[in-house]
């Protein structure tokens, strides 16, 4: 299709948005594309629909069909409504509950949707403020509903929201719930089928109760109180990046025996601008220095933060006088992981059922850590929809005890089935006030972590390719490297693949095939050398790009070896990078 017929196509598609049926400011709005001589936003808002995927919706915010408005929301929420109505037909009332974080028009969409449950008989716990993204999940469960949406882009940048779908326990839907619930919103062709007159009865209003029910449930984590006790002067600094962690965040350390927990005032603002910040996401650095400043000017300890939704967490840690570093989400999980498996061994908590779940891209350390503490460690593809969907066929088989991935989530306890900053950033206060009694900061206790059960370092790197000639090319990458496996990689010969688009394991010494025990195929690759190197490999769901996952281990050979062996270890990354065609 060339850019004409583009073009007529999107006028025409636009043209029906000045019905009627649209409000006045979305006609406005409209209006003004197609008289624009640049037609840049027209195409971009109506080139193609926003499609509800299996995680819900996610898209810039503005009129069209490729937008985030009440219209997108509003057939979103009919979609699943329908499908609540079908699934749960049995039952005598059907309940939800509805939640949303600080972003612009993520109140205005959550009542939208609250509305819209309502006119379909639905009965929804809709809360009174910006609320943890955790705390929807928790609710669900709490409450007995039988779904729950979110309002939230997490991380994404200021002129993002999205629409996060949850079933009855708590978790981000899987299937077969989330391929029935798309069907159902693509069914929704019209505004007309969406019922947007609300029944208020039906809508009732939560917040104080369940935000006290949680903290108390969150407390109940905590392995050594009087640790937190001995160190309540310990210095905290906290942000929550101008989102909703401060809603329940300072309550949380408070509980845990924490009485010198310093603000960052500029971020204690909800602001869904979040003018401080370039992006409000706590993987990036720069989100993280004003937070930093402070902790240089009190000499804090350690430095918490959490994104804009309050389900990912943050950590800087102090190494010396002045010094502070970004731990990152790896980092964290051995950290956080560590931490429980040892208190439960120390308190004698070890029955030989316990359990814990990492992703594939997530460090092998971890595993490491489990196996020496007989503690199953599990995997699972990326995202905390796959972690949940394992304790839930663990319910009632172990005890689970925590898990995580690389991108800065964790989730410390079962009453919630999402990443949990609140709970987090809890064990990871009291995890430095039991560090601190036996002498450590946090960083000293990561080099411990490394030195007792073997030094990993990882990273990242992402390859962008926008448009559909980078689509081709993702495509044709990932066939390549099918076709043509790296032989070696950082000076080490790959040993085994691990392909999840057919579940099958080659070991390339043995030749031998093994089936890979997973719930559903992906695309994604693995290859292990004989060093112990891992390398994975997946396209983006989401974006324009493939993603590369680079973990590789060094003989640290001393604690005090830790940096030189850092720098040996990126030094190594850069030339698997190198040998994979990764620049």
């Given amino acids: 299709m060339n850019n004409e017929e583009l073009l007529k196509q999107v006028e025409a598609k636009a043209k029906k948005w000045l019905g009627p049926e649209y409000d006045e400011e979305t006609r406005a709005e409209v209006q003004a594309m197609l008289d624009a001589d640049d037609k840049t936003p027209l195409i971009e808002s109506f080139y193609r629909d926003l499609e509800f995927g299996t995680g819900g919706l996610r898209g810039i915010m503005g009129a069209g069909t490729n937008r985030m408005n009440i219209y997108t929301v509003g057939a979103a929420t009919q979609g699943l409504a329908n499908y609540l109505n079908d699934a749960f037909r049995e039952l005598p009332q059907i309940s939800v509950v509805v939640g949303y974080d600080v972003r612009h028009n993520s109140r205005k969409f959550a009542e939208l949707t609250a509305d819209i449950f309502s006119a379909n008989g639905i009965k929804v716990y809709l809360f009174d403020a910006g609320c943890p993204t955790p705390e929807v999940s928790y609710a669900i469960r709490k409450l007995g509903c039988q779904s729950g949406v979110m309002l939230t882009a997490s991380h ?110 500029a971020q204690d603002v909800q602001d869904g601008d979040f003018p401080t910040v370039v992006s409000p996401n706590p993987e990036n650095a720069e989100a993280l220095t004003l937070a930093i400043e402070k902790a240089k000017k009190v000499n804090a300890d350690i430095v918490l933060a959490a994104d804009p939704d309050a389900d990912r967490i943050a950590l800087v840690v102090k190494a010396g006088e002045g010094e502070y570093r970004l731990v990152n989400g790896n980092q964290m999980l051995v950290l956080l992981l560590n931490y429980i498996i040892t208190r439960n061994v120390e308190l004698g908590l070890i029955k030989g059922n316990e359990y814990c779940v990492k992703t594939i891209v997530t460090t092998e350390t971890v595993k490491r850590i489990a196996d020496a503490n007989n503690v199953k460690c599990f995997d699972c593809y990326t995202g905390f929809k796959w972690i ?87 495509v044709a990458m990932m066939k390549n490297f099918r076709e043509n496996p790296p032989k070696q990689l950082g000076g080490s010969p790959v040993v085994r693949i691990k392909d999840y688009s057919d579940l099958n394991e080659r070991n390339l010494k043995t030749g031998e095939v093994t089936k890979l025990d997973f719930p559903t195929t992906s695309n994604v690759l693995q290859f292990f050398t004989e060093s112990g190197d891992k390398v994975s490999v997946r396209p983006s769901g989401t974006e324009p790009k493939i993603k590369f996952y680079i973990e590789v281990r060094e003989d640290m050979g001393g604690k005090e070896n830790y940096d030189a062996t850092v720098k040996k270890a990126e030094a190594h990354i850069d030339q698997v990078l190198t040998d994979l065609g990764v620049k």
């Fill in 156 to 265: 994404n940048p200021r002129e993002y929201n999205g629409y996060k779908a949850y079933w009855s326990d708590g978790a981000q839907m899987i299937s077969p719930h989330d391929v029935k619930t798309i069907e159902y919103v693509n069914a929704i062709t019209d505004n007309s089928q969406i019922k947007f007159t609300p029944n208020k009865k039906l809508i009732e209003v939560i917040g104080p109760k369940i935000d006290a029910e949680f903290l108390a449930d969150v407390k109940t984590l905590s392995l050594s109180p009087e640790s937190d006790k001995r160190h309540s002067m310990m210095s905290i600094v906290y942000t929550p990046l101008h989102g909703v962690g401060s809603r329940l965040m300072y309550r949380s350390l408070e509980m845990w025996g924490f009485d010198n927990v310093i603000h960052v005032p």
């Fill in 388 to 474: 949940a969907n394992v304790m839930r066929d663990m319910e009632d088989k172990g005890r689970y005890i925590g898990g995580g991935e690389e991108s800065y989530g964790f989730l410390a306890e079962t009453f919630v089935r999402d990443k949990d900053s609140i709970s987090a950033n809890s064990l990871l206060a009291e995890m430095a006030a039991w560090a601190a009694d036996k002498g450590m900061n946090l960083f000293q206790l990561l080099v411990d972590c490394y030195d007792k059960y073997g030094f990993s370092h990882e990273r990242g790197v992402s390859v962008v390719r926008p448009g559909k000639s980078g689509a081709d090319e993702i």
